[in-house]
């Protein structure tokens, strides 16, 4: 079943998810919907406050080697997932967000990381992830903490909008965005880098 996807200005993106300490058939059934969401949506990633559930887990789908065209996809379904190893190398990327349609941002990010996290059967998960893989972990696992990509941008701005001129503060944006999400044109999507076109 695909899922409304909440939008920015919305109280539940702003809050800290709360951790599953059951995981049983409607867990999994709301992972299974969130990817049917996600690609519905052209996405790469969604968490779960996204539609609206405030609790702690995030589907990703991303190509298993991004390097090669076409490659098979893989997907991720992580239960309280939390980031336990960042290396010390950071990049700056550009994201989108399902949740602020419209708009993309450059975003400083950890260019590796290590998860830590539960499958939907309960069993341990350990994901290495590196390049924008990373970044969509990164992304959301922050949408867990009620952080959004627009509190971690240097700029934010429209895709169709040439960056280096047009580009606002990330202040002016994000208030932009905050308060009229509904005049902003239908964005990318989630979690998946701006350039290529993948949002997450």
Known sequence: MILDIVQIGDPVLRRKAHKITQIDRDIRLLAEDMVETLR???GVGLAAPQVGESIRMIVVEYPEDDSVEDSPKKTYKVINPEIIWRSEETVDGDEGCLSIPGYVGTVTRNESIKVKGLSVFGRPLKISASGWLARIFQHEIDHLEGICYIDRATAIYQP???KEDNSESADEAAADSAETPAAAPKAA????????ETQA
């Open 189 to 196: 999507a989630e979690a998946q880098p701006a350039s290529p």
């Open 160 to 162: 169709s909008e040439e």
């Open 40 to 42: 519905d949506s052209g």
